[in-house]
């Protein structure tokens, strides 16, 4: 009886030394993760954001307009950044995506382009127009090949118009070189980090957004697993260059929890904005989400709002504001590393 009353007594201290062992081991990992995502927080620069605006809306770069010189010297640019984050091409051996858009030929702003392949056997029977253009995509590998999130910005904006008096140049700083220079340093962070996500992260330069979000029209037409994409993080206007506080904070309303990680972020930091929290049925309109959206993928848009340079020349570097973009940038780090990491939302 007494060796059964030892052996019991052994058997019960052997299993709460291997639970507090289990305990022990999973609270050593969730602090490695939390030094991790610091790491990557604190790689997130003001300098670096003005390094990204100032290239990508310089007059060299005549407005990014879609299919012209400016636009593929900005895809240059972002590939240089990958290439130096050390991240490799997402599909293939080239970090672009070409695709071709068409449009039946109308004057001016009349234009309508289509990258759906039956659309455009169907123009091309008539007058029409071509664009051939290309997205940027490269990818951090995750644990999980299965499931992804994608984080992305559109490049292009609306480059020269010569008949305008004075200045001729769109520049696009706030649209969308801001939105750009955020995912930039957001995969510099992930890089920095040193962890591995759970998911896959793919970060995304969309091509051709001004044209009627041709870019990521394509990729969510053409990709053929995008079952596997659980979550769009979309930047497209972060630089409002205007003293205001205020941001607003999109995401799907069928997923409460993703405006919750920004409010428990926000506890944490002394970020300097004001995030007006909006969850939405039907994201649609606006941006590239809406493509994602229409495809069942939950998303989450970051937005300064309209400001006095919008679609104007004016919309230059030195209008952005920077401290404000820097810690959207590093707000939406953490979303992004939740998005990749957290099991359910």
């Given at each position: 009886?007494?060796?059964?009353?030892?052996?019991?007594?052994?058997?019960?201290?052997?299993?709460?030394?291997?639970?507090?062992?289990?305990?022990?081991?999973?609270?050593?990992v969730?602090?490695?993760?939390?030094?991790?995502?610091?790491?990557?927080?604190?790689?997130?620069?003001?300098?670096a954001?003005?390094?990204?605006?100032y290239?990508?809306?310089?007059?060299?770069?005549?407005?990014?307009?879609?299919?012209?010189?400016?636009?593929?010297?900005?895809?240059?640019?972002?590939?240089?950044?990958?290439?130096?984050?050390?991240?490799?091409?997402?599909?293939?051996?080239?970090?672009?995506?070409?695709?071709?858009?068409?449009?039946?030929?109308?004057?001016?702003?009349?234009?309508?382009?289509?990258?759906?392949?039956?659309?455009?056997?169907?123009?091309?029977?008539?007058?029409?127009?071509?664009?051939?253009?290309?997205?940027?995509?490269?990818?951090?590998?995750?644990?999980?090949?299965?499931?992804?999130v994608?984080?992305?910005?559109?490049?292009?904006?609306?480059?020269?118009?010569?008949?305008i008096?004075?200045?001729?140049?769109?520049?696009?700083?706030d649209?969308?070189a801001?939105?750009?220079?955020?995912?930039?340093?957001?995969?510099?962070?992930?890089?920095?980090?040193?962890?591995?996500?759970?998911?896959t992260?793919?970060?995304?330069?969309?091509?051709?957004?001004?044209?009627?979000?041709?870019?990521?029209?394509y990729?969510?037409?053409?990709?053929?697993d995008?079952?596997?994409?659980?979550?769009y993080?979309?930047f497209?206007?972060?630089?409002?260059?205007?003293?205001?506080?205020?941001?607003?904070y999109?995401?799907?309303?069928?997923h409460?929890?993703?405006?919750?990680?920004?409010?428990?972020?926000?506890?944490?930091?002394n970020?300097?904005?004001?995030p007006?929290?909006r969850?939405w049925?039907?994201?649609?309109?606006?941006?590239?989400?809406?493509?994602?959206h229409?495809?069942?993928?939950?998303?989450?848009?970051?937005?300064t709002?309209?400001?006095?340079?919008?679609?104007?020349?004016?919309?230059?570097?030195?209008?952005?504001?920077?401290?404000?973009?820097?810690?959207?940038?590093?707000?939406?780090?953490l979303?992004?590393?939740?998005?990749?990491?957290?099991?359910?939302?």
């Amino acid at each position: 009886m007494i060796n059964k009353l030892l052996l019991s007594a052994a058997i019960v201290l052997s299993g709460a030394t291997t639970v507090e062992a289990a305990q022990k081991k999973s609270a050593k990992v969730e602090k490695q993760l939390a030094a991790q995502c610091d790491a990557g927080l604190r790689s997130i620069t003001e300098d670096a954001a003005r390094a990204h605006v100032y290239f990508l809306a310089d007059d060299l770069l005549e407005g990014r307009r879609a299919g012209e010189r400016g636009s593929r010297i900005a895809k240059q640019y972002i590939i240089s950044q990958i290439r130096q984050a050390g991240l490799k091409p997402f599909l293939g051996e080239s970090y672009e995506q070409p695709f071709e858009a068409c449009a039946v030929q109308k004057l001016q702003r009349g234009v309508r382009y289509f990258v759906e392949a039956d659309s455009i056997a169907e123009i091309k029977k008539q007058v029409h127009r071509t664009m051939y253009l290309s997205n940027v995509l490269a990818v951090l590998p995750g644990k999980k090949t299965d499931e992804m999130v994608v984080v992305g910005a559109h490049l292009d904006h609306e480059g020269v118009y010569n008949d305008i008096e004075g200045d001729k140049i769109y520049n696009g700083a706030d649209d969308n070189a801001s939105g750009v220079a955020a995912v930039l340093q957001i995969m510099k962070a992930f890089v920095a980090s040193g962890a591995t996500p759970e998911r896959t992260i793919v970060f995304a330069f969309w091509d051709g957004e001004e044209f009627g979000l041709l870019g990521s029209r394509y990729f969510t037409d053409v990709y053929k697993d995008m079952k596997n994409v659980k979550g769009y993080l979309n930047f497209d206007m972060v630089g409002s260059g205007t003293d205001s506080r205020y941001l607003m904070y999109f995401y799907t309303a069928a997923h409460p929890k993703i405006g919750e990680w920004l409010k428990a972020d926000m506890a944490k930091h002394n970020f300097c904005f004001d995030p007006d929290y909006r969850a939405w049925d039907t994201p649609v309109g606006g941006s590239d989400q809406q493509s994602f959206h229409l495809k069942g993928v939950p998303i989450v848009w970051y937005h300064t709002g309209g400001q006095p340079n919008y679609n104007f020349p004016s919309d230059e570097a030195d209008t952005v504001n920077y401290p404000k973009l820097t810690d959207i940038t590093r707000a939406s780090y953490l979303t992004t590393w939740h998005l990749a990491n957290e099991a359910e939302y």
